[in-house]
T-cell receptor, first 113, second 116 residues
Framework: AQTVTQSQPEMSVQEAETVTLSCTYDTSENNYYLFWYKQPPSRQMILVIRQEAYKQQNATENRFSVNFQKAAKSFSLKISDSQLGDTAMYFCAFMKATGKLIFGQGTTLQVKP | DTGVSQDPRHKITKRGQNVTFRCDPISEHNRLYWYRQTLGQGPEFLTYFQNEAQLEKSRLLSDRFSAERPKGSFSTLEIQRTEQGDSAMYLC??????????????FGPGTRLTVT
């Protein structure tokens, strides 16, 4: 069975600085997808970034980028130039071909002014 | 594209009562997923549909839970004889599945269930 582990329950960062959220996963699959989702307080889950396992190039979306290490089964999220609106709970998620998402426990990120 | 919608947004019920939630996916999405999220935790998969077919159910989905997607559009999730442990946020998500690639899931705002 696949598992996703986020070892940082809470993190904080000063506005405009860079922060990295960690995620590791366990799978015997070769083809899969990895995602980072953001869930602001009392608001719905939104997709931040997506990575296909077959792609060696790390995904980037504006201020968000990932460091995907397939052999190490590691998938960290880097947020550059942090903004107050980045304050949220961040979930790492794994998906194989069936499409169901397996989520980590989440990391609560607080961006301080 | 109006996004995924869920109704109701909040539901308070007494233990033992039945409740039903509705999810309307993004119109062109053929896959629909239900997840349950308890406070401070990541969502847990419950079940999913491709069109009207229910393809997988989690072991979390006891026989008190039933889900339908009768015409391959909206879906309902019913919980019979609710228990306090059913209190959670119930999330619906939809995606477009082409057979050659899987696409990201878009989530609705959720239905928060409180069982008293």
């Amino acid at each position: 069975a696949q598992t996703v582990t986020q070892s940082q329950p809470e993190m904080s960062v000063q506005e405009a600085e860079t922060v990295t959220l960690s995620c590791t996963y366990d799978t015997s699959e070769n083809n899969y997808y990895l995602f980072w989702y953001k869930q602001p307080p009392s608001r719905q889950m939104i997709l931040v970034i997506r990575q296909e396992a077959y792609k060696q190039q790390n995904a980037t979306e504006n201020r968000f980028s990932v460091n995907f290490q397939k052999a190490a089964k590691s998938f960290s999220l880097k947020i550059s130039d942090s903004q107050l609106g980045d304050t949220a709970m961040y979930f790492c998620a794994f998906m194989k071909a069936t499409g169901k998402l397996i989520f980590g426990q989440g990391t609560t990120l607080q961006v301080k002014p | 594209d109006t996004g995924v919608s869920q109704d109701p947004r909040h539901k308070i019920t007494k233990r033992g009562q039945n409740v039903t939630f509705r999810c309307d996916p993004i119109s062109e999405h053929n896959r629909l997923y239900w997840y349950r999220q308890t406070l401070g935790q990541g969502p847990e998969f419950l079940t999913y549909f491709q069109n009207e077919a229910q393809l997988e159910k989690s072991r979390l989905l006891s026989d008190r839970f039933s889900a339908e997607r009768p015409k391959g559009s909206f879906s309902t999730l019913e919980i019979q004889r609710t228990e306090q442990g059913d209190s959670a946020m119930y999330l619906c998500a939809s995606s477009r599945e082409t057979g050659t690639d899987s696409y990201e899931q878009y989530f609705g705002p959720g239905t928060r269930l409180t069982v008293t």
